[in-house]
């Protein structure tokens, strides 16, 4: 189990579409020879929790899930403070980073999620 | 217990208020099904710490606590260097964040606080 | 065994030559007393992984490796997300950085790299 | 002990002095009740280490040490990779940062340091 207790995606970007949109980006990696299905749920300081959002990440690949694209159950409100949960039936590494390399100017973060024994 | 060795609230900041305000925040999360009564001591350089301030995340909710709001038993004074210590009754995950994300220009960071066994 | 889940080399740079070029670098330091060798490999989202990239790293020596710079077996392509896994036959620690900080307006971030087991 | 695996200070700075200098940081918090006596190792690319450095964090104190202000037994050279090692008689949490968010065109990063059993 993974969390990533900060997220925050703001309602206003800067630079071209899509690859300037701001976004919120988990990336997790899947080295071993088992496809892993992750459920993702998103925390909110006012409302219950939302969730599951599914998500299947092929043996021996990496995958980039931006938050901004989750819909199923529901989109994630903009400028909204949010935490999440991830859970995999193998193991996996999650790594959340706010990404906008390709501007100079723009500012991007980058943290290991925090593991946590199921 | 979790330990965020590095603070600092500049004295100046930029662009609008109250979203472009300089800050320091600490992302709180509480996965469990009990409400998380929480004591943050703060340390400075060269004086006795200062604590607890006491704060409460609900059950299966997220908390940003920006510790420029910080008022009881004191405000934390601008431009000093501090480190915080956060103990809590039940199981939380703790993030530090310097987050200014609705200005490109505008650095953030990002890090999972140090977990201490208790 | 270390993980670094998220990686990503823009096409584009900004700024003078070679310093200025947009780079992901991962620091290693082998605090040992005998020389570290290390093998990278490089994880996609639509093939098998890559690798692996060979590394010494000398007793009681840092050494920062661009991933730019890996050429065998095959250069890391642009404008594509990865992930990369680092073994070592001796104690290593590994640190992710994407790094420029010679130039106030350029964004870095760096996270150490996730410990496993192997 | 705890390892910095990145290190680097650029040999130009932007901003007033000196706050503005670009400096690497490590934060330290001793939130004990004895004064903890650290010492820290530089590792280079090309050459033996050097150290210690010797710092004390006095009880229930929080200090913030700058490399560029590291003097015995020598300065550490500018515009050259490093990593360092930092050991303690006591337990302390060190937190690496890159510091300047008086501008808010400055770049920073933090990362806790990678703690490693001694």
Redesign the interface.
């Known amino acids: 189990m993974w969390?990533?207790?900060?997220?925050?995606i703001?309602?206003?970007s800067?630079?071209p579409e899509p690859q300037m949109t701001?976004h919120e980006?988990v990336?997790?990696?899947n080295?071993g020879d088992r496809d892993a299905h992750l459920e993702i749920?998103i925390?909110?300081?006012?409302r219950?929790?939302v969730g599951p959002y599914k998500i299947t990440v092929a043996a021996?690949?990496?995958?980039?899930v931006r938050f901004n694209d989750l819909r199923d159950p529901e989109t994630i409100p903009r400028d909204t403070?949010?935490?999440s949960?991830i859970r995999s039936d193998v193991?996996v590494?999650?790594?959340?980073?706010?990404?906008?390399?390709?501007?100079?100017?723009?500012?991007?973060?980058?943290?290991?999620a925090?593991?946590?024994a199921a």
Do not use: K, M
């Open positions: 969390v990533i207790a900060e997220g925050y703001p309602a206003e800067h630079g701001s980006t990336c997790l990696l080295a749920t925390y909110y300081s006012n219950e929790p021996r690949r990496t995958r980039h403070d949010f935490s949960v193991p590494v999650a790594q959340h980073t706010r990404l906008d390399s390709r501007q100079a100017e723009n500012a991007l973060l980058s943290t290991i925090y593991p946590v």
